[in-house]
């Protein structure tokens, strides 16, 4: 396994297993300037995968992380993009729709990316460059990387037919969304709506359990690389709507622009 891939898997499962021991207790909420809520879970996690990462020579973008400018950041040919808790509106609602998200980027296109569901101890993680993306299983959140590579299964996405399955966001659902899918049915398909929070919208895909995913609403950078990381090893397109190709990251603005995720 790559040694970085490793490194990250390791990272997202210790974060995880402290994300669990806040999720089991009350959980005291803060919001941050755009008013969105933190966690102590955000705050651990975050730390935690930073000191992972930190043995790396590879810098960070976290969405916990004091943000650098953008003079420094265009200057990196390769970064690691983390999301310490994708979903903190899933985390609060205690829906278990909650993940953290891992990804290595090289020249603005994902390389590697790690999404670990701590509710459920399943882990997705993938080497786009050998074209390989797996799902593992686990009993506990602090497992040998051989135990994870043993229980490992490779991802594969359903065929494309009439009967189309649209992921849309738990949270984040919006007019456009909807009306894009009036759009998929007028076009004579059989479309059912199904709903999920945080990366695991992208996982759905990855893994033959949905066909399309229109993001027509805010994310930034940390809430799709792994994700398109995962989608991209088993040829799935995460394009946006402004260019028409695959997203890019490390962009001066990490905002991105709407997008589909399809094959």
């Known amino acids: 396994m790559n040694t970085n891939l490793e490194i990250?898997?390791?990272?997202?499962?210790?974060?995880?297993?402290?994300?669990?021991?806040i999720?089991?207790?009350?959980?005291?909420i803060d919001y941050k300037d755009d008013n969105s809520p933190l966690t102590q879970a955000d705050k651990n996690a975050n730390e935690i995968i930073n000191s992972f990462l930190k043995d790396t020579p590879i810098p960070i973008?976290?969405?916990?992380?004091?943000?650098?400018?953008?003079?420094?950041?265009?200057?990196?040919?390769?970064?690691?993009?983390?999301?310490?808790?994708?979903?903190?509106?899933?985390?609060?609602?205690?829906?278990?729709?909650?993940?953290?998200?891992?990804?290595?980027?090289?020249?603005?296109?994902p390389q590697l990316g790690v999404?670990?569901?701590?509710?459920?101890?399943?882990?997705?993680?993938?080497?786009?460059?050998?074209?390989?993306?797996?799902?593992?299983?686990?009993?506990?959140?602090?497992?040998a990387i051989n135990t994870v590579i043993k229980k490992s299964k490779p991802l594969q996405p359903k065929k494309t037919s009439k009967r189309l399955e649209v992921v849309g966001s738990r949270s984040h659902m919006s007019q456009e969304t909807l009306?894009?899918?009036?759009?998929?049915?007028?076009?004579?398909?059989?479309?059912?709506?199904?709903?999920?929070?945080?990366?695991?919208?992208?996982?759905?895909?990855?893994?033959g359990n949905a066909d399309i995913y229109p993001r027509f609403a805010p994310t930034m950078e940390w809430d799709t690389a792994a994700g398109q990381a995962i989608c991209n090893a088993v040829g799935?397109?995460?394009i946006?709507?402004?260019?028409?190709?695959?997203?890019?990251?490390?962009?001066?603005?990490?905002?991105?622009?709407?997008?589909?995720?399809?094959?």
């Open 115 to 143: 999404i670990y569901v701590p509710a459920i101890k399943t882990l997705y993680y993938a080497d786009v460059l050998n074209k390989q993306a797996f799902k593992t299983e686990l009993s506990e959140h602090l497992t």
């Open 236 to 238: 799935i397109n995460v």
């Open 8 to 21: 990250a898997i390791k990272a997202s499962l210790k974060a995880g297993e402290a994300i669990m021991e």
């Open 61 to 109: 973008i976290s969405e916990e992380n004091k943000q650098i400018e953008y003079s420094k950041r265009k200057e990196w040919n390769t970064c690691w993009i983390v999301d310490p808790v994708d979903g903190t509106k899933e985390f609060i609602k205690r829906n278990g729709e909650f993940t953290v998200n891992i990804a290595l980027v090289k020249n603005g296109v």
């Open 240 to 263: 946006s709507k402004k260019t028409n190709k695959p997203l890019l990251y490390n962009k001066e603005n990490l905002l991105n622009p709407w997008f589909i995720v399809s094959k």
């Open 179 to 207: 009306d894009f899918v009036e759009t998929l049915k007028s076009s004579g398909n059989d479309v059912t709506i199904v709903s999920k929070g945080s990366s695991l919208k992208f996982c759905l895909i990855a893994e």
């Open 23 to 28: 999720y089991d207790s009350p959980i005291a």
